[in-house]
C-alpha cells in the first residue's frame, strides 16, 4: 500500500537528473571549441581574419537551416532522442576530423558540417525537456541552468590545461559528444513526432506569420536593434578569447566563463528588474553596458588594468540578459496568443541566423582592416577594433532611445515562464 506513495516523487526526481545531464553534457560539446576556436585559427593555422570570421559564421549558417531540419525530419518522422543520436555520432567523426585538416576549405567544410549536425540538438534538448515535464515554467529553469555550468565546467578545464592553441579542444568535443550519443540512446525519454502525418509550410517553419507585428513602431524598432545587436556582438564572441591571448592574459578561456556566471546570476535576477524599469529602459541599460564593455577592451591590459579585463568580462552578463531574453519575453508578451512560438522562431531567424551571420563575416572583415604586417610581424590595432565595437553599440542604443517608444513593462508572471527561452547561440 504505502510503496506505491513512497515511489511516485522519485520519478520526476530522476526524471530532472538525466534531463540536466542531458543540458550538461550538451553545452559541454559547444563550449570545448567555440570560445577558443579564433585563437586556434589564428595562433596555430594562421588565418586571415576574414577566413577566421567566415568559420565562425558557420554557427549562424546552421542556425538558419537547423529550423528546417527541426520541422521537417524531428516533429514528423522520427523519435527526438533517437534523431539526437545520430546528429551527435556524426558530430563526434566530423569534430575528430577537424582535428586532421589545416587548410581553410577544409576547416570551414568540416565545422559547417559539424554545426549543421549539432545546432538541431539545441532545439531537441529544449523540446525533449519541454515535453517530458508537467510544469516546464518551473522546471526547466533549473535544467536549462545545467547547460550554462556544462560551458563554464569545459571552459575552466581548457583554461587549466592551457590548451587553446591547439586541437584538444575539438578532440574534448567529440568524447562529449560520444557520451551525449549513449545519453540519447540509454536514459532519455521515448519522444516520438507530434506532428507526424501532418503539412509543413515554410512560413510556418521561419514564423513569418510574425511579420504582421511589425506595424507596431516600438516592436519594429526592436526586431531591426535586434538584429544590428548581433554584429558588436559577434565581434565579442568571434575574437575575445583570441585578443586576451595575444596581449598575455592567462587562462583566458576560463577567465572568460566569469561571463556565464555572471549571466546566470543576473537572469535569477531578472523578474526583480522587471518590475522595477520598462522594457525600453532594460534595453538601453543593457546596449549601454555594451558600449562600456568594448571601451573596457580597448584599454584594459594583462597587468594594472587587468580589472578592466574582469570587468568587461562580467558585464556579459548584464550586455546578454538585458537585451536579448528581455528580448524573448517582450516578444512573448507582444505577440498574440496563437503566435507566441511563431514569432520567438521568427526572431531567433532573424537574430542568431541572419544577424549573427552577418557579424560574424564583419568581425573577420574588421580584423584584417586593423590588422598590419611589419617586417613579417603581424600587428594588431585591437583598441581600433573594440571601439569600433563600442560606437556601433552605442548607435543601436541611439536608435531604441530616440524611436523604441512603448514604456510597457515585463509582467512578472511572463518573466518567470519565459527565461525558459534558450540563449544558446553563445554560451
Excluded at 529544449?126 to 515554467?137: A, R
Excluded at 507530434?194 to 513569418?208: C, E, F, P, Q, T
Excluded at 511563431?342 to 573577420?364: C, E, H, K, N, P
Amino acid at each position: 500500500m504505502h510503496l506505491p506513495m513512497c515511489n511516485t516523487p522519485l520519478m520526476p526526481d530522476s526524471l530532472k537528473v538525466r534531463l540536466g545531464l542531458m543540458m550538461f553534457v550538451n553545452y559541454i560539446v559547444w563550449g570545448a571549441w567555440y570560445v577558443t576556436i579564433s585563437t586556434y585559427l589564428t595562433s596555430t593555422l594562421h588565418f586571415s581574419g576574414t577566413q577566421t570570421g567566415a568559420i565562425f559564421g558557420t554557427t549562424a549558417l546552421a542556425a538558419l537551416i537547423s529550423p528546417f531540419f527541426v520541422g521537417l525530419v524531428a516533429d514528423r518522422l522520427f523519435a527526438t532522442e533517437k534523431v539526437m543520436a545520430v546528429l551527435y555520432g556524426i558530430g563526434a567523426i566530423l569534430m575528430y576530423a577537424i582535428t586532421q585538416v589545416t587548410t581553410f576549405p577544409a576547416v570551414y567544410t568540416l565545422v559547417l558540417l559539424f554545426c549543421l549536425s549539432y545546432f538541431p540538438t539545441i532545439s531537441l534538448t529544449n523540446s525533449i525537456t519541454m515535453q517530458s515535464l508537467k510544469d516546464p515554467g518551473r522546471d526547466f529553469p533549473p535544467i536549462r541552468v545545467m547547460g550554462t555550468l556544462g560551458w563554464i565546467f569545459i571552459g575552466l578545464v581548457v583554461g587549466f590545461m592551457k590548451v587553446e592553441t591547439s586541437t584538444t579542444p575539438f578532440l574534448l568535443a567529440a568524447g562529449a559528444a560520444v557520451v551525449m550519443c549513449i545519453i540519447s540512446l540509454t536514459i532519455l525519454p521515448h519522444t516520438p513526432p507530434k506532428a507526424k502525418g501532418s503539412n509543413v509550410a515554410v512560413r510556418d517553419i521561419l514564423g513569418l506569420d510574425a511579420l504582421a507585428m511589425m506595424k507596431d513602431r516600438s516592436f519594429l524598432i526592436f526586431v531591426i536593434a535586434s538584429v544590428l545587436a548581433c554584429v558588436p556582438l559577434t565581434f565579442y564572441y568571434s575574437f575575445t578569447n583570441t585578443y586576451l591571448n595575444e596581449v598575455g592574459v592567462e587562462n583566458a578561456a576560463g577567465k572568460m566563463t566569469l561571463g556565464q556566471i555572471s549571466e546566470t546570476a543576473v537572469m535569477l535576477a531578472m523578474p526583480l528588474i522587471f518590475r522595477l524599469v520598462s522594457v525600453r529602459g532594460v534595453l538601453l541599460i543593457g546596449l549601454l553596458s555594451w558600449a562600456v564593455r568594448y571601451m573596457l577592451l580597448a584599454y584594459g591590459d594583462p597587468g594594472p588594468g587587468m580589472w578592466m579585463f574582469y570587468t568587461a568580462i562580467i558585464l556579459h552578463g548584464v550586455c546578454y540578459d538585458f537585451f536579448f531574453v528581455t528580448g524573448q519575453l517582450y516578444t512573448d508578451q507582444e505577440a498574440p496568443a496563437h503566435l507566441r512560438s511563431t514569432a520567438q522562431g521568427f526572431i531567433t531567424f532573424l537574430t542568431y541566423g541572419v544577424g549573427m551571420l552577418v557579424g560574424s563575416l564583419l568581425s573577420g572583415y574588421f580584423v584584417d582592416y586593423f590588422t598590419t604586417t611589419v617586417a613579417g610581424q603581424v600587428i594588431r590595432n585591437w583598441r581600433g577594433f573594440w571601439m569600433s565595437s563600442a560606437s556601433m553599440s552605442f548607435v543601436i542604443m541611439l536608435l531604441v532611445l530616440l524611436f523604441f517608444r512603448s514604456n510597457e513593462k515585463i509582467r512578472p508572471k511572463v518573466a518567470v515562464t519565459a527565461t525558459a527561452a534558450p540563449s544558446d547561440v553563445r554560451g
